[in-house]
């Protein structure tokens, strides 16, 4: 089975202080996402890479950074946690999608609380 | 991006079949529609995509229109075991070739499954 896993499920951290989300698949896939998740807005894209130090922003990239050295690795950072980034972040992962059987796989997620 | 539209929430009776609606009128050629659910706490889950013909697998039934403008995702027997917020997805390729790709999902449908 597929596993992509987060480092943390639950964090507190504290105003300005820098956070790294870690998250790992064991798939060798090409492609890794981070999403975060708030009530009543749904899954919103942060950003995603389809390669090795390749990185693209996604819907609401501000404030936050991300890092893709390895294949099977893709962080996310944030470089001075605000108030306003207390939400659940959610990884995923991917081969290219497209034609049978491929999809996307989620972690668990990761609730983050910025006080 | 196609832009996926779906009513906020639906109820079902256990045991009758779940058929949840989702629009994607500028959806292009080449988009697959792929549904998720999401049980609460826990990283969405894949059930089921297509491109043009009607799937079905052991979770549930795809149907998509003719003029591939919508889609309806069918569960032939709700358990409540299937209340969760299902995403429908049009995905969205970054290049010719498809194998990369921004997956963006909106709110979702609330499905709530009663005894």
């Known amino acids: 089975d597929v596993k992509v896993t987060q480092s943390s499920r639950y964090l507190v951290k504290r105003t300005g202080e820098k956070v790294f989300l870690e998250c790992v698949q064991d798939?060798?896939?090409?492609?890794m996402f981070w999403y975060r998740q708030d009530p009543g807005l749904g899954l919103r894209l942060i950003y995603f890479s389809y390669d090795v130090k390749m990185k693209e922003k996604g819907d609401i990239p501000e404030g936050y950074s991300v890092s893709r050295e390895k294949k099977e690795r893709f962080s996310l950072i944030l470089e001075s946690a605000s108030t306003n980034q207390t939400s659940m972040y959610l990884c995923a992962s991917s081969p290219p999608l497209g034609g049978s059987g491929n999809t996307i796989y989620f972690g668990e997620g990761s609730w983050l609380t910025v006080v | 991006d196609a832009k996926t539209t779906q009513p906020p929430s639906m109820d079902c009776a256990e045991g009758r079949a779940a058929n949840l609606p989702c629009n994607h009128s500028?959806?292009?050629?080449?988009?697959?529609v792929y549904w998720y659910r999401q049980i609460h706490s826990q990283g969405p889950q894949y059930i089921i995509h297509g491109l043009k013909n009607n799937e079905t697998n052991e979770m549930a039934s795809l149907i998509i229109t003719e003029d591939r403008k919508s889609s309806t995702l069918i569960l032939p027997h709700a358990t409540l075991r299937d209340t969760a917020v299902y995403y429908c997805i049009a995905y969205s390729p970054l290049n010719s070739g498809g194998s990369n790709y921004k997956l963006t999902f909106g709110k979702g449908t609330l499905l709530t499954v009663n005894p």
């Open positions: 798939m060798d896939h090409e492609n």
């Open positions: 500028t959806i292009s050629g080449n988009e697959y």
